[in-house]
Nanobody
Framework: QVQLVESGGGLVQPGGSLRLSCAASRTIFSINTMGWYRQAPGKERELVAH???????NYADSVKGRFTISRDNTKNTVYLQMNSLKPEDTAVYYCYARYYADYWGQGTQVTVSS
């Protein structure tokens, strides 16, 4: 199985930036699809971004142009660079991997507030 641990969350002002990291317990070289989801209070979990082993990405419309997902297979880590953060980005962010099954991290809190 795959264990995923998120880090990098915190409190940031509107317009600021954060970079989230997701460290996997095994090589991600063979894990085709990894990504980030988020869940805000009182709302359903939603896709933020996905990235494949080939570098193909997709993003939620709400974050296009502001967020960038990337992966470093040598470090077994997936990143989410978040720029121009808005209060509505406030949520718990979860790392996700599909490797014969769905795997989820424990989540990291991102709070965007002045």
């Amino acid at each position: 199985q795959v264990q995923l641990v998120e880090s990098g969350g915190g409190l940031v002002q509107p317009g600021g930036s954060l970079r989230l990291s997701c460290a996997a317990s095994r090589t991600i070289f063979s894990i085709n699809t990894m990504g980030w989801y988020r869940q805000a209070p009182g709302k359903e979990r939603e896709l933020v971004a996905h990235i494949t082993s080939g570098g193909s990405t997709n993003y939620a419309d709400s974050v296009k142009g502001r967020f960038t997902i990337s992966r470093d297979n040598t470090k077994n880590t997936v990143y989410l660079q978040m720029n121009s953060l808005k209060p509505e980005d406030t949520a718990v962010y979860y790392c996700y991997a599909r490797y014969y099954a769905d795997y989820w991290g424990q989540g990291t809190q991102v709070t965007v507030s002045s």
